[in-house]
């Protein structure tokens, strides 16, 4: 017999927190709309899609022109990057 259980949490974040929070998921969303473009860009162009190394190498520089993308954890914005590429 299997039984299941279910845990409830809730979380109340500082407000430096809900800050931190809500840039991490909107630059999360830029860097992933950004590299969906050119993945669908690519393809449209050459048949194939992007590699993910390659979409990493092109992050780096993207932090370099958008500097706010520094104030984010990175993985976060890594993480964003494995399903468009």
Do not use: H
Not at 9 to 38: D, H, M, W
Not at 62 to 83: G, H, N, P, R
């Amino acid at each position: 017999m299997l039984i299941n259980k279910a845990y409830k949490f809730r979380l109340y974040p500082t407000k430096e927190q809900e800050t931190l929070i809500a840039k991490t998921i909107g630059c999360s969303r830029f860097v992933f709309n950004r590299f969906l473009g050119k993945w669908n860009d690519t393809y449209k162009e050459t048949g194939k899609g992007l590699t993910y190394s390659s979409c990493s190498a092109q992050l780096t520089q993207l932090k370099k022109e958008f500097v706010w993308l520094k104030e984010v954890d990175s993985i976060a914005l890594q993480s964003s990057l494995k399903k468009p590429c």
